[in-house]
C-alpha cells in the first residue's frame, strides 16, 4: 500500500516530503479565528507592558479571559468611532479623559458609575458616568544631559517654558505634531490658555522654528531624547521618568505652568461582555491596580492610598494652570488649522 | 480605431467561446476586484466633503508636501533602479564572487519589516549611531531628505532587483551572443540588445518603485525630520485627527501622479510588447565571456557595500534583542528573547495569513494578466487598472477604506483573519500582476496559438503551456508578496483584531514605546522564521529563494 501511495505520489510529481510539509501548512492554516466566551476585550491605549500588568492582574483575581489590543490613540479612538454600529471591544483603557469625552459625545461610550471609584474627585470622573479617571500626569520638559552638557557646556537647563525659545536650541528642540499627537495639542493649547491667545500664538510661533522635528508619536519625543538624538523635548513627564529610571542620562523639568491630563477607563457601548467591562472598570479603580499601574508606569494614581514610587515626579512638583479641557476641545479644529498654516 | 477600441471594451469577438471556463474565470476575477478593490475606494473617495478639498488645496503645508513628494518619486526611484539593474546585472552577468550570497541579500532587506530597518538605520547612522557617531566622531543629522533618499534607495532597490533579476535572465543569451559574433562591443550590446530587451523590466520596477516611494510612510515617518510627504500627512490626519476626509482627499491626491505613471508605463510597454516578444523555443548559447576586470571589481564593490551596510542592520538587531537597554546598559541578557514567547500568536498570524495572501495572490494576478494580455476579454483596461490600482492606495488609506466597506453586513469581516488576509492580498497584487504582465510579455503570442491551434482551451494552455514557462515569475510573485506581507504594517494596523495580532504591529508597538530589547527580539525571530518558512516554501516548490527565476 504505502509503496502504490508513493508512486502515486511520484507520479504527482509530489514527494511524500513535499506532502508532509503541505499538512503542516494546511494544519497551520486551521487554526480558529473564532471568539472566545464569557471573556473581556480591551482596547488599551497604555504602553503595552503596562497593558499586560494589568490584564494579567485581573485574570488572575477574577478568572475572566481578558485580552487587549494595543494601539495609539488615534488609532484605537477612530476605530471605536468607526465600530459604533458592531462595536469589537468592551473597554477603553487609558487616553486623556477630554478624548474620552469628545468619544462620548459621538454616543460609543455606555455610562458606569463604578462605586469603588467614589473617592475620586468631580474633575477626574464623568458626571454621567461615561469614562473614570486612572491617572494623572503632566506636561514637561526632557533633556539629554550628556548632549546639553557638550553643545552648551556649564550652562543652566532651561527651566521655564520661555527658555525653550532661546536661538541657541535651534535644531536641538523635539516636538510631538498636534495634528497627530494628542500630546502635542494638550502643550499647544497649553500655551494658548496660559498666555492667552495672541501671546500663545507668537510663542508657539518663535518656537516652532527652532524645532528640529515633529514626529508624529507621543512616545517619540522621551525616546529621541533619550538616545541623544536630540538635546531638548516636550513630553509628559512619567514618559520621561520611565527612561531616566532605565538608565538614559534625561533630566526632568517641569516648569512652573504646566497643564495635566486625567487618564481615562470608559466601556464601549453595546460591547460583547458589558457585565466583565463593568468588573474591570472597578479593578482599574481599585488601590492594587492603581499601586501597581503608578509603580510601573509611574504617573500618578488618583486613589488615596496609593504610595507614589521613588523615581516618579511628585504630583506636589506640578504647577498646574487652570487647564480649560472643554474650550481645548471645542477650539481643535481651528487651532490646528491655524497651526497647519504657520508651521510648515 | 474605434474598432480596436471597441475591442477593448467589449472584447474580442466570440471571446467566450470554447472554453467554459475562461468566462466563469473573468466574472469571478471581475467581482473580487469590483468587491475589493473598487468597491472600498468608492468610499474613500466618497468620504471628503467639498471643504475638505478646498482645505486641502489652499494649505500652503500641503502644496509643501506635494512638491516634496514629487521630488522624493523623481530621486529615489531613480536611484533605486540604478542600483536594483547594477545589482541585478552583477548577479546574472557580472559572474561576481560571492553571486549566492550576493543573492540573497536583497532578499534580506524585502523581508525585514520597514520600521526595523529604519530603527537599525537610526542606530547606525543616527547622531548618536554606531557608524557616524562611535566610529566616524562625526555629529550629522540624517533626518531630511537627504537620509530619506538613502532610507528609500535602500528599501526599493529590492524590488528593482527582483524584477529586473528575473527579466534579464529571461532574456535569450544567443540574441547577445549574435550580437557579440557581428562585432558589437560590450557596451553596445549592453545598450543596443540586453537594455532594449530589459524595457518592460525596467519600465515595471520603475512604476512599483515610483508608487512605492509615493505610498512609503515608514521612512519619512522616521527619517523625514521636518520634511513633509503627502503619504505621511494621510496617516497624521487620519489616526491623530481622525479627519477621514481630509486624509481621503489628499490619499486621492497621490492616486493622481500614479495614474499618470501608469498610463506612462503602459504606452510605452505597448510598443516595446510587440518588439521583443523573445521566448519562443529555447536556444542554446556559449556560456558568456565573463566582464572586464575593472567592471567586475566595480560590480563586486557594489554588491559588498550594500551587503556590508544590510549585514550590519542585522548585527544591531541581533545585538538589540540580547542587550539589555540599548545604549545605557550593554550587559548581555536573554529576557528579550524569553519575553517573544507572549507574541507566539502573532508571530503565527504573521505567516499563516502572509502565506495565504501571497497564495491568493498569486492565482488572482497570474489570472488577470492572462485574461488581459492573452484572451481578448472584455472590460481590459478597466480590469488593468483596477488590478494595478491598490499599488497607488496608501496602506493605510487602503486600511481605513477595508474598515468602512466590510464592518458592516452585508459583509462583514472585520475581526477576523479573512480581512487581514484579502487586504494583504490586495495590496501585493499589483505587484504579482506585474511581474506576471513582464514574464509573459516576454513569450510570443503565437506559442498560445499553437497550443490553441492543438485543441487547449484557453484554461488549458495556462496551465499546460503558460505556467510551466512562468513558473520562475510565479515563485517571484508568491515569494515576494510573502515576504512583503510578513512585514506590512499600514495596511493591517486597522484591521488587526484580539483574535488576529500580527507581530509587526506588536514591533511597532514596542518600538514606539522605547522596548527595544523586545522589539528587536521579536524582529529577529520575526526575520527568522519568516526564512524557515521559505525554506518550507523551498521545498513545496522544488526551488531556492535565492533562485528565484529557472527556465
Same mark, same amino acid.
Not at chain 2, 206 to 217: P, Q
Given at each position: 500500500?504505502?509503496?502504490?501511495?508513493?508512486?502515486?505520489?511520484?507520479?504527482l510529481?509530489?514527494?511524500?516530503?513535499?506532502?508532509?510539509l503541505? %499538512?503542516?501548512?494546511?494544519a497551520?492554516?486551521a487554526?480558529p479565528?473564532?471568539? %472566545?466566551q464569557? /471573556?473581556?476585550?480591551?482596547?488599551?491605549v497604555?504602553?503595552?507592558?503596562?497593558?499586560?500588568?494589568?490584564?494579567d492582574?485581573?485574570?488572575?483575581? &477574577?478568572?475572566?479571559?481578558?485580552?487587549?489590543?494595543? $494601539?495609539?490613540?488615534?488609532?484605537?479612538?477612530?476605530?471605536?468611532?468607526? @465600530?459604533?454600529?458592531?462595536?469589537?471591544?468592551?473597554?477603553?483603557?487609558?487616553?486623556?479623559?477630554?478624548?474620552?469625552i469628545?468619544?462620548?459625545e459621538?454616543?460609543?461610550?455606555?455610562?458606569?458609575? /463604578?462605586?469603588?471609584?467614589?473617592?475620586?474627585?468631580?474633575?477626574?470622573?464623568?458626571?454621567?458616568?461615561?469614562? &473614570?479617571?486612572?491617572?494623572? &500626569?503632566?506636561?514637561?520638559?526632557g533633556?539629554?544631559e550628556?548632549?546639553? %552638557?557638550?553643545?552648551?557646556?556649564?550652562?543652566?537647563?532651561?527651566?521655564?517654558?520661555?527658555?525653550?525659545?532661546?536661538?541657541?536650541?535651534?535644531?536641538?528642540?523635539?516636538?510631538?505634531?498636534?495634528?497627530?499627537?494628542?500630546?502635542?495639542?494638550?502643550?499647544?493649547?497649553? *500655551?494658548?490658555?496660559?498666555? $492667552?491667545?495672541?501671546?500663545?500664538?507668537?510663542?508657539?510661533?518663535?518656537?516652532?522654528?527652532?524645532?528640529?522635528?515633529?514626529?508624529?508619536?507621543?512616545? !517619540?519625543?522621551?525616546?529621541?531624547?533619550?538616545?541623544?538624538?536630540y538635546?531638548?523635548?516636550?513630553?509628559?513627564?512619567?514618559?520621561?521618568a520611565?527612561?531616566?529610571? *532605565?538608565?538614559?542620562?534625561?533630566?526632568?523639568?517641569?516648569p512652573?505652568?504646566?497643564?495635566g491630563?486625567?487618564?481615562?477607563?470608559?466601556?464601549?457601548?453595546?460591547?460583547?461582555?458589558?457585565?466583565?467591562?463593568?468588573?474591570?472598570?472597578?479593578?482599574?479603580?481599585?488601590?492594587?491596580?492603581q499601586?501597581?499601574?503608578?509603580?510601573?508606569?509611574?504617573?500618578?494614581?488618583?486613589?488615596?492610598?496609593?504610595?507614589a514610587?521613588? !523615581? !516618579?515626579?511628585?504630583f506636589?512638583?506640578?504647577?498646574?494652570?487652570?487647564?480649560?479641557?472643554?474650550?481645548? $476641545? @471645542?477650539?481643535r479644529?481651528e487651532?490646528?488649522?491655524r497651526? *497647519?498654516?504657520?508651521?510648515? | 480605431?474605434?474598432?480596436?477600441?471597441?475591442r477593448?471594451?467589449?472584447?474580442?469577438?466570440?471571446?467566450?467561446?470554447?472554453?467554459?471556463?475562461?468566462?466563469?474565470?473573468?466574472v469571478?476575477?471581475a467581482?473580487?476586484l469590483?468587491?475589493?478593490?473598487?468597491?472600498?475606494?468608492?468610499?474613500?473617495?466618497?468620504?471628503?466633503?467639498?471643504?475638505?478639498?478646498?482645505? #486641502?488645496?489652499?494649505?500652503p503645508?500641503?502644496?509643501?508636501?506635494?512638491?516634496n513628494?514629487?521630488?522624493?518619486?523623481?530621486?529615489?526611484?531613480?536611484?533605486?533602479?540604478?542600483?536594483g539593474?547594477?545589482?541585478a546585472?552583477?548577479?546574472?552577468?557580472?559572474?561576481?564572487?560571492?553571486?549566492?550570497?550576493?543573492?540573497?541579500?536583497?532578499?534580506l532587506?524585502?523581508v525585514?519589516?520597514?520600521? +526595523?530597518?529604519?530603527?537599525?538605520?537610526?542606530?547606525?547612522?543616527?547622531?548618536?549611531?554606531?557608524v557616524t557617531?562611535?566610529?566616524?566622531?562625526l555629529?550629522?543629522?540624517?533626518?531630511?531628505?537627504?537620509?530619506?533618499?538613502?532610507a528609500?534607495?535602500?528599501?526599493? =532597490?529590492?524590488?528593482?532587483?527582483?524584477?529586473?533579476?528575473?527579466t534579464?535572465?529571461g532574456?535569450?543569451?544567443?540574441?547577445?551572443?549574435?550580437?557579440?559574433?557581428?562585432g558589437?562591443?560590450?557596451?553596445?550590446?549592453?545598450r543596443t540588445?540586453?537594455?532594449?530587451?530589459?524595457?518592460?523590466?525596467?519600465?515595471?520596477s520603475?512604476?512599483?518603485?515610483?508608487?512605492?516611494?509615493?505610498?512609503?510612510?515608514g521612512?519619512?515617518?522616521?527619517?523625514?525630520g521636518?520634511?513633509? +510627504?503627502?503619504?505621511?500627512?494621510?496617516?497624521?490626519?487620519?489616526?491623530?485627527?481622525?479627519?477621514?476626509?481630509?486624509?481621503?482627499?489628499?490619499?486621492?491626491?497621490?492616486? #493622481?501622479?500614479?495614474?499618470?505613471?501608469?498610463?506612462?508605463?503602459?504606452?510605452?510597454?505597448?510598443?516595446?510588447?510587440?518588439?521583443?516578444?523573445?521566448?519562443?523555443?529555447?536556444?542554446?548559447s556559449?556560456?558568456?565571456p565573463?566582464?572586464?576586470?575593472?567592471?567586475?571589481?566595480?560590480l563586486?564593490?557594489?554588491?559588498t557595500?550594500?551587503?556590508?551596510?544590510?549585514?550590519?542592520?542585522?548585527?544591531?538587531?541581533?545585538l538589540?534583542?540580547?542587550?539589555q537597554?540599548?545604549g545605557?546598559?550593554?550587559?548581555?541578557?536573554s529576557?528579550h528573547?524569553?519575553?517573544?514567547?507572549?507574541?507566539?500568536?502573532?508571530?503565527?498570524?504573521?505567516?499563516?495569513?502572509?502565506?495565504?495572501?501571497?497564495?491568493?495572490?498569486?492565482?488572482l494576478?497570474?489570472?488577470?494578466?492572462?485574461?488581459?494580455?492573452?484572451?481578448?476579454?472584455?472590460?481590459?483596461?478597466?480590469?488593468?487598472?483596477?488590478?494595478?490600482?491598490p499599488?497607488?492606495?496608501?496602506?493605510?488609506l487602503?486600511?481605513?477604506?477595508?474598515?468602512?466597506?466590510?464592518?458592516?453586513?452585508?459583509l462583514?469581516?472585520?475581526?477576523?483573519?479573512?480581512?487581514?488576509?484579502?487586504?494583504m492580498?490586495?495590496?501585493?497584487?499589483? +505587484?504579482?500582476?506585474?511581474?506576471?504582465?513582464?514574464?509573459?510579455?516576454?513569450?510570443?503570442?503565437?506559442?498560445?496559438?499553437?497550443?490553441?491551434?492543438?485543441?487547449?482551451?484557453?484554461?488549458?494552455?495556462?496551465?499546460?503551456?503558460?505556467?510551466?514557462?512562468?513558473?520562475?515569475?510565479?515563485?517571484?510573485?508568491?515569494? =515576494?508578496?510573502?515576504?512583503?506581507a510578513v512585514?506590512?504594517?499600514?495596511?493591517?494596523?486597522?484591521?488587526?483584531?484580539?483574535?488576529?495580532?500580527l507581530?509587526?504591529?506588536?514591533?511597532?508597538?514596542?518600538?514606539?514605546q522605547?522596548?527595544?530589547?523586545r522589539?528587536?527580539?521579536?524582529?529577529?525571530?520575526? +526575520?527568522? #522564521?519568516?526564512?524557515?518558512?521559505?525554506a518550507?516554501?523551498?521545498?513545496?516548490?522544488g526551488?531556492?529563494?535565492?533562485?528565484?527565476?529557472?527556465?
Open positions: 500500500m504505502a509503496h502504490l501511495a508513493a508512486s502515486h505520489c511520484r507520479r510529481g509530489t514527494t511524500p516530503r513535499r506532502l508532509a503541505l %499538512a503542516v501548512l494546511f497551520l492554516l487554526t479565528f473564532g471568539a %472566545a464569557g /471573556s473581556l476585550l480591551v482596547y488599551a497604555i504602553n503595552q507592558d503596562d497593558a499586560e500588568l494589568l490584564t492582574m485581573f485574570r488572575e483575581r &477574577t478568572g475572566v479571559d481578558v485580552r487587549f489590543l494595543r $494601539g495609539s490613540t488615534g488609532e484605537l479612538v477612530t476605530r471605536v468611532i468607526a @465600530e459604533r454600529g458592531s462595536p469589537q471591544a468592551d473597554v477603553l483603557l487609558g487616553g486623556a479623559s477630554t478624548l474620552h469628545s468619544i462620548a459621538s454616543g460609543a461610550l455606555a455610562p458606569y458609575v /463604578s462605586p469603588v471609584a467614589a473617592y475620586l474627585p468631580a474633575n477626574a470622573r464623568a458626571e454621567d458616568g461615561t469614562w &473614570t479617571g486612572f491617572y494623572l &500626569t503632566a506636561l514637561g520638559i533633556v539629554n550628556e548632549r546639553f %552638557a557638550q553643545r552648551y557646556g556649564d550652562r543652566a537647563l532651561p527651566a521655564t517654558w520661555e527658555d525653550l525659545l532661546d536661538p541657541a536650541f535651534e535644531g536641538e528642540i523635539v516636538l510631538t505634531d498636534p495634528v497627530a499627537s494628542s500630546t502635542a495639542y494638550l502643550f499647544v493649547q497649553l *500655551q494658548l490658555q496660559r498666555l $492667552g491667545l495672541e501671546a500663545g500664538w507668537d510663542y508657539l510661533e518663535a518656537l516652532a522654528p527652532l524645532v528640529g522635528q515633529f514626529p508624529s508619536s507621543g512616545g !517619540a519625543p522621551p525616546q529621541l531624547v533619550g538616545t541623544g538624538e538635546t531638548l523635548g516636550v513630553s509628559f513627564v512619567h514618559a520621561l520611565r527612561y531616566r529610571a *532605565q538608565g538614559f542620562p534625561v533630566s526632568l523639568i517641569v512652573p505652568g504646566t497643564a491630563e486625567v487618564g481615562a477607563v470608559s466601556i464601549i457601548a453595546g460591547g460583547p461582555n458589558p457585565d466583565n467591562a463593568r468588573r474591570f472598570v472597578d479593578f482599574i479603580a481599585s488601590a492594587e491596580a499601586q501597581a499601574f503608578a509603580d510601573q508606569s509611574l504617573t500618578t494614581a488618583l486613589h488615596p492610598d496609593v504610595v514610587p521613588a !523615581a !516618579a515626579v511628585p506636589a512638583a506640578f504647577d498646574l494652570i487652570d487647564y480649560d479641557p472643554a474650550l481645548a $476641545g @471645542e477650539q479644529d487651532v490646528l488649522l497651526w *497647519q498654516s504657520v508651521v510648515d | 480605431m474605434t474598432d480596436a477600441l471597441r477593448h471594451v467589449i472584447g474580442t469577438p466570440g471571446w467566450w467561446r470554447g472554453d467554459p471556463w475562461l468566462p466563469v474565470t473573468f469571478a476575477l467581482a473580487f469590483a468587491v475589493f478593490v473598487l468597491y472600498p475606494l468608492v468610499l474613500v473617495a466618497a468620504a471628503p466633503s467639498v471643504e475638505d478639498w478646498s482645505r #486641502v488645496v489652499n494649505t503645508r500641503w502644496r509643501n508636501a506635494t512638491l513628494t514629487l521630488t522624493m518619486v523623481v530621486l529615489s526611484t531613480t536611484s533605486s533602479l540604478i542600483l539593474f547594477v545589482y546585472f552583477a548577479v546574472t552577468k557580472g559572474q561576481v564572487a560571492g553571486r549566492r550570497l550576493f543573492e540573497a541579500v536583497p532578499l532587506l524585502l525585514t519589516p520597514p520600521f +526595523v530597518g529604519g530603527l537599525a538605520f537610526l542606530l547606525l547612522l543616527g547622531r548618536r549611531g554606531l557617531s562611535t566610529l566616524l566622531g555629529d550629522v543629522s540624517i533626518y531630511g531628505w537627504h537620509g530619506l533618499w538613502l528609500q534607495t535602500l528599501s526599493f =532597490f529590492p524590488v528593482a532587483f527582483v524584477i529586473l533579476r528575473s534579464l535572465l532574456i535569450d543569451p544567443t540574441l547577445e551572443q549574435a550580437a557579440r559574433d557581428l558589437a562591443s560590450r557596451a553596445q550590446v549592453l540588445v540586453t537594455l532594449p530587451l530589459a524595457t518592460p523590466g525596467l519600465l515595471a520603475a512604476l512599483f518603485i515610483a508608487i512605492a516611494v509615493l505610498s512609503d510612510f521612512n519619512p515617518m522616521l527619517i523625514g521636518r520634511f513633509r +510627504v503627502l503619504a505621511t500627512e494621510v496617516y497624521t490626519q487620519l489616526t491623530g485627527w481622525a479627519n477621514v476626509g481630509t486624509s481621503a482627499a489628499l490619499g486621492l491626491l497621490l492616486l #493622481v501622479p500614479a495614474v499618470v505613471f501608469f498610463a506612462l508605463q503602459q504606452s510605452v510597454q505597448r510598443r516595446t510588447r510587440q518588439r521583443f516578444a523573445t521566448v519562443g523555443g529555447r536556444g542554446v556559449l556560456p558568456e565573463p566582464p572586464s576586470p575593472p567592471l567586475r571589481a566595480a563586486f564593490a557594489t554588491c557595500v550594500v551587503t556590508l551596510f544590510v549585514a550590519a542592520t542585522y548585527l544591531v538587531i541581533v538589540g534583542a540580547i542587550t537597554v540599548w545605557v546598559d550593554a550587559s548581555v541578557t529576557d528573547i524569553r519575553g517573544v514567547v507572549r507574541h507566539l500568536p502573532a508571530l503565527a498570524n504573521s505567516l499563516v495569513f502572509a502565506l495565504l495572501a501571497a497564495g491568493v495572490c498569486t492565482v494576478s497570474l489570472l488577470a494578466a492572462y485574461l488581459v494580455q492573452r484572451c481578448g476579454v472584455p472590460l481590459r483596461g478597466a480590469l488593468d487598472l483596477s488590478t494595478l490600482l499599488a497607488a492606495i496608501p496602506g493605510t487602503m486600511g481605513v477604506a477595508f474598515v468602512l466597506a466590510f464592518n458592516t453586513p452585508p462583514r469581516l472585520t475581526g477576523g483573519g479573512t480581512i487581514i488576509v484579502l487586504a492580498a490586495v495590496s501585493y497584487l499589483p +505587484v504579482g500582476y506585474r511581474i506576471f504582465a513582464a514574464a509573459l510579455a516576454q513569450l510570443q503570442p503565437s506559442l498560445d496559438d499553437t497550443a490553441r491551434n492543438l485543441g487547449a482551451s484557453r484554461m488549458r494552455t495556462l496551465v499546460d503551456v503558460i505556467l510551466p514557462l512562468v513558473r520562475g515569475a510565479a515563485v517571484a510573485a508568491f515569494v =515576494f508578496c510573502f515576504i512583503q512585514g506590512t504594517l499600514s495596511a493591517v494596523i486597522f484591521l488587526v483584531s484580539f483574535d488576529t495580532p507581530a509587526s504591529v506588536t514591533i511597532l508597538n514596542l518600538a514606539e522605547g522596548q527595544w530589547g522589539a528587536a527580539a521579536l524582529a529577529a525571530v520575526l +526575520v527568522s #522564521v519568516t526564512f524557515l518558512a521559505l518550507a516554501v523551498r521545498g513545496v516548490v526551488q531556492g529563494f535565492t533562485s528565484l527565476v529557472e527556465r
